[in-house]
């Protein structure tokens, strides 16, 4: 398992497999088979499984099939899939415990003309776990453009930027175990597939400048100041050049960066109010900026991707779905939580459709060896009941004056005491 399978994904497979299908199984069967049915009906192809399973490399392979065997003479249309598959990995995947793991959903629809030829392709993402920029689990990393960027940039820009190993900053460095390898094609990989799919240089620059920024921000920390008598903040000392280079990159003043980190504004009858933060405000805050940013630089490259991928008109498409996947974690994202979700539901889904109708067929055949599945329902039940449910609960504890855990997670075990799926 994740080592690289030599000549099963080729281009003499895939003509293979378009010149008869009484061969072995293989993914690509998949593709052509939607590519067939997609004459009379537009196909979707859903790819399933718990993180770290294959669907990333699955839904690469389906895609490689399509655009090698179905281009016809637009070969740049061809290249710009595969390429902005690969700028999409730099930013939205991350090493994980298990491997190279992808950290949003994604569906790309491959649209073709009326002589089914592809002219182009829509991309849609969601469940997006931005949380990831400023918090990973044990063993696990930041997202891999930021590691490039910090190790294998070229001199000039990492000097202009004023960056240096992912080890000095915070958000890169607490699950870092080994450096990383000097390779500085990894950075040009991916600054060539930004000129193949038409971003300017100035562009470029604004992306890198973006990251950057973020990666500085996270080393500014807070402490209590003494010369309050209230539970007040401040930026400590040694964080000051954080905040004099963060500010720069963002062409905003120091001193109002500095305000919003460190207080709040309220409006009581009418009246503006500055209040500050305690230093856990001030550090969520400080994260929250982070990845907000960072969510909109994503949803930037996914804009520059579907420019590069447009069309005028087509008649007929294909859509790849490559879900983010089920996971057991003791400590888990609110992100990772609606992952977790949508999982059960899409497993309900194929449940109701597929074995179901098989269940159905044997009856009627009558036939005895019923076939046996897990049914989901009361666990998607604990998700989204109203006053009692997960969603609901959350809702409730959110609009508390003082909303903590422990309070959101006694609710949810009194509310639900008759059920077996909650451990």
């Known amino acids: 398992p994740h080592q690289q399978a030599d000549n099963l994904f080729v281009y003499e497979q895939i003509k293979d497999y378009q010149q008869s299908r009484d061969i072995m199984p293989h993914i ?6 939607a590519y067939h049915d997609m004459i009379k009906k537009n196909q979707s192809i859903i790819i399933l499984g718990e993180l770290g399973a ?10 490689q099939y399509l655009t090698e065997s ?3 003479s637009n070969d740049l249309m061809k290249e710009r899939f595969i390429k902005c598959n690969l700028l999409l990995e730099a930013f939205g995947n991350a090493k994980t415990i298990h491997n190279n793991s992808s950290h949003f959903s994604k569906i790309i629809e491959v649209h073709f003309n009326n002589e089914y030829q592809i002219v182009g392709g829509i991309l849609s993402y969601y469940l997006f776990e931005k949380s990831r920029v400023c918090v990973q689990t044990k063993g696990e990393e930041n997202y891999h453009i930021f590691y490039h960027l910090c190790v294998n940039a070229p001199e000039d820009i990492r000097n202009t930027l004023q960056l240096s190993s992912p080890h000095n900053f915070y958000f890169t460095s607490k699950q870092l175990r080994n450096p990383r390898p000097d390779n500085i094609t990894d950075f040009i990989k991916y600054d060539r597939i930004m000129d193949c799919i038409d971003i300017s240089q100035q562009d470029k620059f604004n992306i890198y400048n973006t990251l950057a920024l973020i990666l500085h921000l996270g080393n500014i920390n807070f402490e209590n100041n003494p010369k309050s008598t ?35 504004i309220s409006m009581i009858n009418k009246t503006v109010i500055s209040c500050p933060l305690t230093v856990l405000e001030a550090q969520t805050v400080r994260d929250k900026l982070a990845k907000t940013i960072y969510a909109r630089l994503f949803n930037q ?22 879900t983010t996947g089920f996971e057991y974690v003791h400590i888990g994202s609110f992100e990772q939580f609606c992952i977790n979700y949508y999982n059960e539901k899409i497993h309900k889904f194929r449940n109701d459709h597929l074995l179901k ?26 998700f989204e009941s109203s006053i009692t449910g997960c969603f609901y609960l959350l809702d409730e504890e959110s609009k508390l004056p003082e909303p903590t855990s422990a309070h959101f997670t006694n609710e949810v075990y009194s509310k639900n005491k008759g059920y077996a799926k909650l451990t």
């Not at 294959?54 to 895609?63: D, M, P």
């Not at 400590?236 to 963002?250: G, N």
């Not at 490259?301 to 490559?322: E, G, Q, R």
């Open 28 to 33: 690509f069967i998949v593709g052509d088979k």
């Open 54 to 63: 294959g669907k990333t490399e699955t839904s690469k392979c389906v895609l």
């Open 70 to 72: 179905y281009s016809g």
């Open 230 to 264: 209230q539970y007040e903040c401040k930026i400590i000392s040694k964080s000051e050049q954080a905040l004099t280079i963060t500010a720069k990159l963002l062409k905003g003043n120091i001193d109002d960066l500095r305000n919003a980190l460190t207080t709040k």
């Open 301 to 322: 490259i996914v804009d520059f991707v579907n420019k590069s991928i447009s069309f005028n008109s087509s008649t007929s498409y294909i859509s790849i779905h490559n």
């Open 357 to 382: 109708n098989e269940i159905l067929c044997e009856e009627e055949d009558r036939i005895l060896n019923k076939l046996g599945f897990t049914n989901t329902e009361e666990c998607i039940n604990l």
